[in-house]
């Protein structure tokens, strides 16, 4: 079982950036894969980024090249720097947590956060 709480959501103008935070209670955070998807309103959640076990990372080309996901095992603590922010890129931003293998689908992650606000302007 894994608590997570995502941080650092808010309003930004196209070109600027953002980093998301989500904190993660209970035991065992270091054999998570953890994965950040975000919803839009009137679409489906989407995949933004995941980070397995071992470091390794993917992306959809969507955030390629401007998003960042990063553990910390020691904080139990996943991070997500967005840089260079368009305004499709506003959505509600939700961290997720998986004992298995790292996925970029989110039926198979066991634990959710309550999602952050990402909201960019043009």
């Known amino acids: 079982q894994v608590q997570l709480v995502e941080s650092g959501g808010g309003l930004v103008q196209a070109g600027g950036s953002l980093r998301l935070s989500c904190a993660a209670s209970?035991?065992?955070?270091?054999?998570?894969?953890m994965g950040w998807f975000r919803q839009a309103p009137g679409k489906e959640r989407e995949f933004v980024a995941v980070i397995s076990r071992s470091g390794g990372s993917t992306y959809p080309d969507s955030v390629k090249g401007r998003f960042t996901i990063s553990r910390d095992n020691a904080r139990g603590t996943v991070y997500l720097q967005m840089n260079s922010l368009k305004p499709e890129d506003t959505a509600v931003y939700y961290c997720a947590a998986r004992l298995g293998g790292g996925s970029i689908y989110p039926q198979v992650y066991q634990f959710w956060g309550q999602g952050t606000q990402v909201t960019v302007s043009s």
């Open positions: 209970g035991r065992g955070f270091s054999t998570y894969n």
